[in-house]
């Protein structure tokens, strides 16, 4: 049961709530895991072999999952093609968010793992070695999967528009994979994994956390809120003049491109 769609990303920019809606629709089987990270070679789980990474899908018409990891080719190398090696008739979904934003949302969600100290305008200051940064760059992060698969194979969609319009969004994905399209998807008014209500957690939380496997947490997440467990709130920093401008400067010919590619506008976005 290899699955017959991927979600490639991009982090913080909806996948968590795509995953659960997803899974909603009769016809979709999502990974048991929400994130297998099996096409990341040494970094992830690509040694564990397909038939490990076939037991992960249930049986459905549409088998996928949700991967954030997939589009950090400034981190994980090769992930287009060894995906092409085993679903070469995958179809891709690439859920995109206003790159400033999104580079802001993954700042704040490095703090809240105590993975970052620095100040966001040192953490951005070098595009070429900034991981938010890179992170956003969509369509350069897109190149490699465009020499791997055809264009048919890829949908680019905003995820402002999963916010907004998630029932008209959802119908674009069905229609995109094939499947039935008036399906009504109930879960829609709740968004999964809002940096807004996530804090900070104390390193026993922490440790707790991570005696949990992970499969048992993305199942039991739209049924066990963890909300109510301590933990300090991480603020989302103050982006000032010069720092905007210049991620303005770094991002627009890349999104400039992603529009040419996608023919979509991307309205509302910064940049």
Not at 146 to 156: G, S, T
Request: glycine share 4%; with cysteine; charged share 30%.
């Amino acid at each position: 049961m290899l699955p017959t769609f991927l979600v490639l990303g991009a982090m913080k920019g909806g996948t968590t709530s795509l995953y659960y809606y997803l899974d909603e629709h009769p016809e979709i089987g999502m990974s048991v895991r929400k994130e297998t990270d099996f096409f990341l070679d040494e970094h992830g789980n690509w040694d564990r072999g397909r038939d490990w990474y076939a037991s992960l899908f249930p049986e459905a018409p549409a088998r996928g999952e949700c991967a954030p990891n997939y589009t950090k080719r400034h981190l994980f190398d090769g992930v287009p093609t060894r995906i092409a090696s085993v679903c070469p008739a995958a179809k891709l979904v690439y859920l995109v968010r206003d790159p400033i934003e999104r580079t802001v949302s993954h700042y704040v969600g490095a703090r809240m793992q105590d993975r970052e100290r620095r100040s966001f305008e040192d953490a951005v200051a070098n595009p070429e070695t900034s991981n938010y940064v890179r992170t956003s760059c969509y369509h350069w992060q897109l190149r490699p999967y465009r020499d791997c698969f055809a264009e048919e194979q890829i949908l680019v969609l905003p995820s402002e528009a999963l916010k907004e319009e998630p029932a008209a969004t959802l119908q674009a994905i069905y229609r995109f994979l094939e499947i039935d399209d008036t399906f009504r998807n109930q879960r829609t008014e709740r968004r999964f994994n809002v940096a807004a209500a996530k804090k900070k957690r104390s390193g026993w939380v922490r440790w707790l956390s991570h005696q949990v496997p992970q499969r048992w947490k993305d199942r039991l997440r739209p049924h066990l809120p963890l909300d109510w467990l301590p933990g300090e709130r991480v603020s989302r920093p103050d982006v000032s003049p010069s720092t905007r401008a210049h991620l303005e400067d770094v991002f627009r010919p890349d999104v400039q491109a992603l529009r040419d590619f996608t023919g979509r506008d991307f309205a509302g976005w910064s940049v």
